[in-house]
């Protein structure tokens, strides 16, 4: 039987979807990603209406989603941002470069700091 072809939108939700279903400590934060208009790509569509206490939307502030992201790693979650186009990361990269990437070194390996950053970029919409 031949693997049925998916876009790479759904593949994208399909994982998501896993990684809310094994582990209750994922959570999503971005803008517009909540339903019915579930992100500029469509990822997190389905995703606010089954966990809406772990899909969160944010005010258009890169900066300021990205460092809420690392405090609630910081405190055991596995938070996923959504930066909802790669153009924009550089406006978070104080707290990707400065924060995520060094928590664990700057404390000897005794915290982590994991974070998944999603930032698409050249992609259609649908």
Not at 29 to 41: K, Q, S, V
Request: hydrophobic residues 45%; charged residues 20%; neutral net charge.
């Amino acid at each position: 039987m031949a693997a049925k072809a998916i876009t790479v939108a759904t593949a994208v939700n399909q994982a998501l979807t896993a990684a809310f279903e094994q582990d209750d400590r994922t959570y999503l934060l971005g803008e517009d990603i909540l339903d019915p208009y579930g992100g500029a790509f469509k990822v997190t569509k389905g995703m606010s209406s089954r966990w809406p206490e772990r899909v969160l939307t944010t005010p258009i502030s890169e900066a300021a989603f990205t460092g809420i992201a690392a405090g609630m790693a910081l405190r055991g979650a596995r938070p996923v941002i959504e930066i909802m186009f790669g153009d924009f990361i550089t406006l978070a990269f104080d707290q990707i470069a400065n924060h995520i990437t060094k928590f664990s070194m700057m404390y000897n390996g005794g915290v982590e700091c994991p974070v998944v950053i999603r930032a698409p970029m050249g992609g259609g919409r649908g």
